[in-house]
T-cell receptor, first 115, second 111 residues
């Protein structure tokens, strides 16, 4: 079955600790994205990657870091510099290619709680 | 003005009725439009994509796009209680990787 997996589903951390969220896709999509969702707010883009070894900051990249060493993997690290990390984190992917608009598909999400 | 605006709802409709969800956007260069359904506590699930003016039908769902008026809508025919969810509208400008999402409309289908 093709799809996007995220792990873990729930994550609890103490303030001041870095934490890495996993995202893997087997759809052979070029582009991958990280969003966060907070109650009452739309999805906000953290980072995106068009191809391996390349990624771009989204609207709220401060306090986050990513890597794209493999086409199928796009892990997100939430660092201690992120002031309000508690949120629902969503990974998405789409076929790539500038000049085209492709449908985005989402993974099941990771709910991060920092206390 | 928000880039993508949706009425937060809740929109309540009786079972079997047509639910009409609306979305307006501010960027005239937007070219691709998407509707997602999100159940409480779950991730968004793509329902429809529409790229050209007019209607696009898929089962009980119809997406309508009017680029001149900058709105896109989603009609759900024969609404079922299982359709109760939050519906997100998203727009994308061709050639960019940025998808702008609305905050969603909560739909309640009453049995």
């Amino acid at each position: 079955d093709g799809g996007i997996t995220q792990s873990p589903k729930y994550l609890f951390r103490k303030e001041g600790q870095n934490v890495t969220l996993s995202c893997e896709q087997n759809l052979n999509h070029d582009a991958m994205y990280w969003y966060r969702q907070d109650p009452g707010q739309g999805l906000r883009l953290i980072y995106y990657s068009q191809i391996v070894n390349d990624f771009q900051k989204g609207d709220i990249a401060e306090g986050y870091s990513v890597s794209r060493e493999k086409k199928e993997s796009f892990p997100l690290t939430v660092t201690s510099a992120q002031k309000n990390p508690t949120a629902f984190y969503l990974c998405a992917s789409s076929e790539g290619g500038l000049g085209s608009s492709y449908e985005q598909y989402f993974g099941p999400g990771t709910r991060l709680t920092v206390t | 003005q928000k880039e993508v605006e949706q009425n937060s709802g809740p929109l309540s409709v009786p079972e079997g009725a047509i639910a009409s969800l609306n979305c307006t956007y501010s960027d005239r260069v937007s070219q691709s439009f998407f509707w997602y359904r999100q159940y409480s506590g779950k991730s968004p699930e793509l329902i429809m994509s529409i790229y050209s003016n007019g209607d696009k039908e898929d089962g009980r769902f119809t997406a309508q796009l009017n680029k001149a008026s900058q709105y896109v809508s989603l009609l759900i025919r024969d609404s079922q209680p299982s359709d109760s969810a939050t519906y997100l509208c998203a727009v994308n400008r061709s050639g960019t990787y940025k998808y702008i999402f609305g905050t969603g409309t909560r739909l309640k289908v009453l049995a």
